[in-house]
């Protein structure tokens, strides 16, 4: 006999009876058969239409994040202040991320939704953001042809 059939792995000595489960207590007696059919017909659609409800609602609200996002990044174009250097710059960026944080987060709502549409319109504004970003911070760290500074009064990466 070879080692692997004298080795003993588990042992099941006897199987034990389970516990007796706990009688059910026993039902009031109400309506009628048929009754308690039509109140269960009733219940259930009460549910189905809160259901229903509640998802129209939630999906009016991932459209108004979505508008709100979609303002922001339209209305990023008329930015009123400088942006050229120093803490008006710091601001457009940090207005740029804050599209891309809401782009992203109406992705997240319009994913969970199944919402198709909106969730393509809501990529396309995070890819927006991320492309308004890409247009300040690549001139500054001489990715681009022409260079800029982080600074106001400082000179601009590789001039000397």
Do not use: F
């Not at 006999?1 to 207590?25: C, F, G, H, L, N």
């Not at 659609?45 to 609200?61: F, I």
């Amino acid at each position: 006999m070879t080692a692997y059939d004298q080795v003993k792995v588990w042992e099941i000595d006897e199987i034990q009876p389970r516990p007796p489960r706990p009688s059910r207590p026993s039902r009031p007696r109400g309506p009628a058969r048929a009754d308690r059919r039509s109140l269960r017909s009733e219940d259930k659609r009460e549910k189905a239409e809160r259901r229903e409800r509640a998802e129209r609602n939630e999906r009016l609200w991932v459209w108004a994040r979505l508008s709100v996002v979609v303002s922001l990044s339209a209305a990023v174009l008329w930015w009123p202040y400088g942006r050229s250097c120093g803490v008006g710059l710091a601001a457009y960026v940090a207005a740029t991320a804050m599209i891309i944080v809401g782009g992203l987060w109406v992705v997240v709502c319009t994913w969970t939704c199944r919402m198709g549409r909106a969730h393509a319109i809501a990529m396309l504004v995070a890819l927006w953001g991320v492309g308004l970003i890409g247009a300040e911070v690549l001139p500054r760290i001489g990715y681009a042809a022409q260079s800029a500074a982080w600074l106001c009064g400082a000179a601009p990466r590789g001039t000397p």
